[in-house]
């Protein structure tokens, strides 16, 4: 009898142990919710007409900045108007006069939490036509950081090779321009009554690097690199070796660039010392190398070769010779400009398909190949926002057989176009977005 | 029975007793276990954990001709069972029979005579064997695609490989992706728990300041044979209230489910499925 306890109570253990299965299923990643925006704005009497309408710009600029943020907010935008919303956040836009004169306004501007009922942002400004735009992108900023808890790309700009000046002329020159993010404030930055190809800008959005074509013949055509700082206007020259010195992009320490060089005859990709103007190899192999794309961290450089016979994009370790080099593509009759996503996670780079190039995207780990653009004329020289969440590239559309319209126009990283930045501005190529 | 093998006896003893330590310990460390769940006796239950995870062979064979825009909207209208490419109406002739006229001189060739030794007798037996055996998988394969296509109400077979045509790196592939199991065996139980993602996934959604966070909460629901919710509740936390309630709200929405196949009623219903936010 004893016995048989003892094994009733093994038996009972034995089911207890056994426990239980379980299966974990995967939902995935959630889709983003889009946040209400509702953007408010109070003119107050009083103003003459042309302050009025510097406070209407300034509206305009709030509305079209959170616009582009398409996937993250729905923008709703009104005048005069009490809003009583229960979600999402309400930006109310006040339009005094200001004590310090009639050319300028008071800008008072306040957001709010409206399912906590309260104020998350509250500033006053007093603002002149001169430094409307600059305080409008940065009050855009603080209230999107407040709500998203990340930078936007409201306060970068742009730089871009236009020939808007010897546009239909014998002997066209192609110059650098900056402008803001959304196209406004277009302004010249070269002189060189030259070609300017491939610009850069640095990591502290100071210096821009580009290499110039002069137009006058010379006995070896050299296209040298040049440094401009924005802050001083001053232009030096970084390199003029034989043959090309073009490509460049700064390095993250912003001490070295990563330039291409073809003065030992085969183009090759060097690390160039600001300072001291010591070179080291980056690439060497007999293949052509060029377009180098130096990740956030330094550890990885995408650039273009053709050592596999046609044009593909590689991957390597830049702080040594040849380290770790990895094929990215594989696929593609000829790809071009290879530029890591400021995040290191994307690589987009534009190819020749269907008689014309498009962009597409890749992840840096070579999974993940996606196309952004399609009948949307040619598109090449893609360029990203700060945030990863844009892309800014050029586009050529055919008009006749002797005429071609380029435009710089941006899309979200997904593909989903924006819009142009620029219009009737001639021929504008080779965009850089400011980090 | 009585027991009269005194070694025997004392063996019995002795496993009993050992038995009964390891029942204790197992009771003593259980308290330790951070798995939440008891049983009735209050005592803590060892859980094996299985997550269900499938693996794909993806080549790039060709740059994408679809733009990552016109694949969503693909992926949509997939979700929503919609056709993704029309069929092109195919035009049906009546062939009228004819009796076919021999002449004489249109004999080109010989009729192969057939060889009477055991060697071609062997050969015979065993294309036979193969071709049946290579028919019954063929039908095997188009019942299982009929099946497929009547879930989703289309043959989704077919429309991927008209995307693989597209050049859209959807091929057989030898690269492997995904860190699950190629096979395609699957329990009754995870056949049902892969399709909750997909009622789930459309009421799956994050605020921007919750997402590329990195949270993960992980809900265990309970289902009556209907598919309807009995319970759900939060099996492991993220660390953030707000993101488990968003999971949570996004199970409640989502109800009802598919209906429970009758053999894994019981486990469905105890609890035996659990859902990963977002793994």
């Known amino acids: 009898m004893k016995l048989k306890n003892w094994l009733m109570l093994l038996c009972l253990s034995m089911q207890i142990m056994a426990g239980e299965e379980l299966t974990v299923v995967a939902v995935g990643e959630a889709e983003l919710e889009r946040e209400d925006i509702y953007l408010n704005l109070n003119i107050v009497g009083g103003l003459g007409a042309k302050n009025a309408q510097m406070g209407r710009e300034i509206f305009d600029l709030l509305v079209r900045d959170f616009s582009f943020y398409r996937s993250l907010f729905s923008v709703n935008k009104s005048e005069g108007m009490v809003i009583n919303k229960k979600t999402g956040y309400l930006v109310n836009l006040k339009i005094t006069p200001s004590k310090r004169g009639v050319s300028f306004i008071d800008v008072g501007i306040e957001c709010n939490n409206n399912q906590k009922n309260k104020i998350v942002f509250s500033e006053q400004q007093d603002v002149s036509e001169g430094n409307l735009r600059t305080l409008g992108h940065s009050l855009a900023d603080s209230i999107f950081q407040i709500i998203t808890g990340k930078k936007s790309i409201f ?17 066209p020159i192609k110059e650098l321009y900056q402008m803001d993010f959304d196209g406004y404030r277009k302004k010249r930055l070269t002189f060189h009554r030259g070609t300017v190809i491939s610009p850069e800008i640095s990591k502290d959005n100071r210096y821009v690097l580009y290499s110039l074509l002069k137009n006058e013949v010379t006995k070896d055509r050299r296209v040298n690199l040049y440094m401009l700082d924005l802050l001083t206007k001053k232009t030096s020259l970084i390199s003029s070796r034989k043959g090309i010195n073009s490509g460049a992009v700064f390095m993250p320490d912003g001490k070295h660039i990563a330039l291409t060089l073809s003065h030992t005859d085969n183009a090759e990709i060097y690390a160039l010392n600001l300072e001291s103007g010591n ?72 190819s020749w398909l269907d008689e014309r190039f498009d962009i597409f995207r890749i992840d840096a780990n070579r999974k993940n190949l996606v196309r952004l653009t399609k009948d949307f004329g040619s598109n090449e020289d893609p360029t990203w926002s700060s945030d990863s969440q844009f892309i800014a590239f050029s586009s050529q559309r055919i008009i006749t057989t002797s005429k071609a319209v380029h435009n710089i126009y941006i ?11 620029t219009n009737g501005f001639g021929m504008c190529i080779s965009p850089r977005w400011s980090n | 029975m009585v027991i009269e093998n005194k070694n025997l006896l004392s063996f019995l003893y002795l496993s ?135 879930v989703v109400g289309h043959n989704l077979d077919g429309e991927l490989k008209k995307l693989v045509l597209r050049g859209n790196q959807l091929s057989q592939g030898t690269g492997l992706t995904g860190g699950g199991d190629v096979s395609g065996d699957m329990t009754a139980l995870n056949l049902y728990a892969s399709g909750l993602p997909d009622h789930i996934r459309p009421y799956w959604k994050l605020p921007t300041y919750l997402k590329d966070k990195d949270y993960m909460c992980r809900i265990r629901i309970y289902l009556r044979p209907s598919g309807s919710l009995i319970k759900a509740h939060i099996y492991e936390a993220s660390g953030n209230e707000e993101f488990d309630q968003k999971a949570l709200s996004a199970v409640k929405k989502a109800e009802p489910f598919l209906a429970v196949p009758n053999d894994i009623q019981s486990r469905v219903s105890q609890g035996d499925i659990i859902l990963g936010f977002p793994l």
Not at chain 1, 287 to 299: L, M, N, R
Not at chain 2, 62 to 90: D, S, V
Request: charged letters at 30%; a positive charge.
């Open chain 2, 16 to 150: 009993a007793i050992l038995h009964f330590i390891l029942f204790i310990g197992i009771v003593f460390f259980s308290k330790f276990d951070f798995l939440g769940d008891s049983n009735i006796l209050g005592i803590k239950k060892p859980i094996q954990i299985s997550q269900i995870q499938s693996s794909v062979r993806i080549d790039v064979v060709a740059m994408p001709q679809q733009t990552l825009l016109e694949l969503k909207a693909i992926e949509k209208n997939l979700k929503k069972g919609e056709a993704l490419f029309k069929e092109e109406p195919t035009e049906i002739k009546k062939i009228e029979k004819t009796q076919d006229i021999i002449n004489k001189d249109d004999l080109v060739f010989d009729k192969e005579k057939k060889s009477d030794n055991l060697m071609s007798l062997l050969k015979d037996m065993s294309k036979k064997d193969i071709d049946v055996k290579k028919r019954q998988k063929e039908m095997d394969v188009k019942a299982k695609a009929k099946e497929a296509g009547a």
């Open chain 1, 279 to 350: 070179l080291r190899k980056i690439t060497n192999h007999f293949a052509i190398d060029v377009d180098p794309s130096v990740s956030k961290d330094g550890t990885l450089m995408a650039f273009l070769s053709n050592r596999p016979g046609d044009a593909h994009i590689y991957t390597l370790d830049p702080r040594s010779v040849e380290k770790d080099v990895t094929r990215v593509s594989y696929v593609g009759k000829f790809n071009a400009t290879p530029r890591f996503s400021p995040d290191g996670k994307m690589i987009a780079f534009a």
């Open chain 1, 155 to 171: 306060d970068s700009f742009l730089v871009f090779v236009s020939d808007i000046e010897t546009r239909d002329k014998n002997s």
């Open chain 1, 411 to 421: 899309m979200t990283q997904e593909g989903n176009i924006i819009g142009p930045a």
